[in-house]
């Protein structure tokens, strides 16, 4: 290994063998600044003992996947984790130990998930966001200024997100993301406002609402729509993910920008300074 790259922030990545940890390693070993010191999955998994390297088709790196998450916590920089909410609060506690960056771009999350991840931020340098990529973060402020500029009164707001036949939870992480936003946007809370089943007699609209529609198929990676409609006019804000390598990107984006901060729970528009 080189002096450049002893210097180059170790990363870990938490369900290395799946189709973003395949993602994460190649991005990491397209990225300077950044090399991949540990690969984790779960107990049982056929593929843990594979160099993490060879899986991801970029070739052997000698990082052999674990299934035991510790002992590459505490030889690293950070952690790249796109898993399940359980599995995120976990890792949140083994990052917080070890005083590591956690980046999570793991969605689906309970209140009490978000709370014990904000906790493990007093120790750790968490980076957290239902979509990692420039495009849905700037996409985010755009439709927070749209929200704050059109009245309530004026335009209803809709949103539209279309996943894979295999994702688990909804609405997304993004369009949760979005709705957000939007509420921001309207100083209102979106718990208190959001729409997100609409079936058999529902009588009219009610206003000052936020409304999700959730379609699920083939392998859509992820399509997002706001709507502003108004009366004789319509604004729509959207954004279409072509490549998760986009995710993979802004997540070792994150990893790089947390290196050095005090710890805390930030989110990408810290990272590309939208905030």
Known sequence: MSDQRTKDMGLVVVGAAGRMGRTLIQIIQATPGATLVGAIEHAGSPHV????????????????????????????????DFSTPAASV??????????IVHVIGTTGCSDDDNARIAAAGRHATIVKSGNMSLGVNLLSVLVEQAARALDAADFDIEILEMHHKHKVDAPSGTALLLGEAAAAGREIQLAEKSVRVRDGHTGAREAGTIGFATLRGGSVIGEHSVLL???????????????????????????????GRKPGLYSMRDVLGLG
Do not use: M, N
Not at 90 to 99: D, H, V, W
Not at 234 to 245: C, M, Y
């Open 90 to 99: 976990e890792f949140a506690g083994y990052a917080a130990q070890a005083r």
């Open 49 to 80: 003992g594979k160099d993490a390297g060879e899986l991801a088709g970029v070739g052997p790196l000698g990082v052999v996947i674990s299934d035991d998450p510790l002992p590459a916590f505490a030889k690293a920089d950070g952690v790249l």
């Open 229 to 259: 409609a108004g009366l004789g006019e319509r604004v729509t804000l959207s954004h279409h993910a072509e490549d998760r390598a986009i995710f993979a990107r802004g997540a070792v984006k994150a990893a790089l920008w947390a290196q």
